[in-house]
């Protein structure tokens, strides 16, 4: 019989120990330290699942590609309108096709010289007026204030003419296109309704002045939703003392 190799300790037990399992290797890469932070001690917990029960990162990310970072090297930071720059200049020509679309059916109302969803009505305190008798929506076109177009100097002559009979009312407005002042005399009797709409510091309208056919018209826009039954009212927008005087409604 072959004599027994002699036998420590340190071997009994470690032929009586179980043998350890090799590393993985995403155990092996885990559990290389890093300067930075311990991520090793982090995933090596038991409980630690990966998705959407992972843990927040507590090291920093990497400097090299944030926003602020490419400003500073001067780089390109991309946007999302980058990627899409199609779809925003076919949405810009919609858009524009839109207004001019609109503006083409607001001139053609002003040349028609239609006063539609708009009635004359009298009042105890101020004489005629204007009430609504249908719905405008904000910024729709309401009436024109028709009248004859003159210069400057022609509507300072025919307000001398005018203020020399006090049965005749005040019918002009003033306003200024393309830099050139201008005035609408409405003061002759028609059948157009701009003319007899009622003055209001807090008016449910605003002039406006539109283009058609190459004269400057002016027009009443919805300052607001306007209801059935309202009255339609604008600033006329004269702060004159003299005209105050001579007009005390005008403050109101």
């Not at 019989?1 to 995403?26: D, F, N």
């Not at 076109?141 to 009312?169: C, M, P, R």
Request: hydrophobic fraction near 35%; include cysteine.
């Amino acid at each position: 019989m072959w004599p027994m190799a002699p036998t420590t300790v340190s071997a009994i037990q470690a032929a009586i120990a179980p043998a350890t399992p090799p590393m993985s290797a995403l155990s092996y890469k885990l559990s290389i330290p890093t300067k930075k932070c311990a991520v090793h001690e982090v995933l090596a917990d038991p409980q630690f699942k990966m998705g959407i029960d992972s843990p927040k990162r507590d090291f920093p990310l990497s400097p090299k590609n944030t926003t602020r970072e490419k400003k500073r090297r001067g780089q390109h930071v991309s946007k999302l309108g980058d990627f899409f720059p199609q779809n925003r200049r076919s949405q810009r020509k919609i858009n524009q096709a839109l207004a001019e679309k609109q503006q083409k059916i607001l001139v053609q109302a002003i040349v028609d010289g239609k006063d539609e969803g708009i009635k004359e009505t009298k009042f105890k305190e101020k004489g005629r007026g204007v009430v609504a008798c249908k719905k405008f929506l904000r910024g729709e076109f309401v009436v024109e204030y028709s009248g004859n177009l003159i210069t400057l100097a022609e509507a300072k002559e025919n307000e001398a003419k005018y203020a020399q009979d006090i049965n005749i009312g005040c019918y002009m407005y003033y306003f200024r296109f393309k830099n050139r002042q201008y005035c609408i005399d409405a003061t002759a009797e028609s059948r157009r309704l701009g003319r007899l709409a009622n003055h209001s510091r807090h008016g449910n309208c605003i002039t406006k002045v539109v283009e058609a056919q190459g004269i400057p018209r002016l027009i009443l826009v919805a300052k607001r939703d306007i209801e059935i039954g309202e009255e339609i009212l604008y600033d006329y927008g004269d702060r004159r003392k003299n005209a105050i005087r001579h007009h005390p409604w005008l403050i109101h």
